[in-house]
T-cell receptor, first 113, second 114 residues
Framework: AQSVTQLGSHVSVSEGALVLLRCNYS??????LFWYVQYPNQGLQLLLK??????LVKGINGFEAEFKKSETSFHLTKPSAHMSDAAEYFCAVTDTGGFKTIFGAGTRLFVKA | DAGVIQSPRHEVTEMGQEVTLRCKPISGHNSLFWYRQTMMRGLELLIY????????DSGMPEDRFSAKMPNASFSTLKIQPSEPRDSAVYFC????????????FGPGTRLTVT
């Protein structure tokens, strides 16, 4: 069965600093991987996804993530944090053999001025 | 285009009362998901419909919960009777195909059971 682990329930960075949110997954078959963002009092919205092909995936708002099969990781990065990036971020995995999307516990990103 | 629409946005009810949450998926989407989000348990999948048919309801907590999708443009999640531990934010999401595609989430219904 697949699972998702997000390291760090809270991450704090200064405005302009690198954002790195970690996600590791387990899956018995090649996975589909997603990052979603949730702003306060809103539903989740897709940042980016990996299905097949290029392992470096670019998303909205300057975020990108790299699928590393050998490390079973799909970490989310952004070179320079902005105050508007403060939100909760969820990594999710779906394996090609099933139909459930499993969400990680989420990482709340704080951006300091 | 309108996104996923949920109603009501907020619901406050007393223990023992019936609660019905409503969802209108994005037109043309054939998969619909109901989730529950709490601080303690995070985001949990309750039930998944594909082409209006319930495919997996293993996440439904107990018999007090039921969900229906009578047509492609409407779904309900009902709790009867409600209990304080049901207090959470309930999200509906839809997808254009199936689990392999991104899900579009509604704004959620914040349920408080007193």
């Amino acid at each position: 069965a697949q699972s998702v682990t997000q390291l760090g329930s809270h991450v704090s960075v200064s405005e302009g600093a690198l954002v790195l949110l970690r996600c590791n997954y387990s899956s018995s078959v090649p996975p589909y991987l997603f990052w979603y963002v949730q702003y306060p009092n809103q539903g989740l919205q897709l940042l980016l996804k990996y299905t097949t092909g290029a392992t470096l995936v670019k998303g909205i708002n300057g975020f990108e993530a790299e699928f590393k099969k050998s490390e079973t990781s799909f970490h989310l990065t952004k070179p320079s944090a902005h105050m508007s990036d403060a939100a909760e971020y969820f990594c999710a995995v779906t394996d090609t053999g099933g139909f459930k999307t499993i969400f990680g516990a989420g990482t709340r990103l704080f951006v300091k001025a | 285009d309108a996104g996923v629409i949920q109603s009501p946005r907020h619901e406050v009810t007393e223990m023992g009362q019936e609660v019905t949450l409503r969802c209108k998926p994005i037109s043309g989407h054939n998969s619909l998901f109901w989730y529950r989000q709490t601080m303690m348990r995070g985001l949990e999948l309750l039930i998944y419909f594909n082409n209006n048919v319930p495919i997996d309801d293993s996440g439904m907590p107990e018999d007090r919960f039921s969900a229906k999708m009578p047509n492609a443009s409407f779904s309900t999640l009902k709790i009867q009777p409600s209990e304080p531990r049901d207090s959470a934010v309930y999200f509906c999401a839809s997808s254009s195909r199936d689990w392999s595609y991104e899900q579009y989430f509604g704004p959620g219904t914040r349920l408080t059971v007193t």
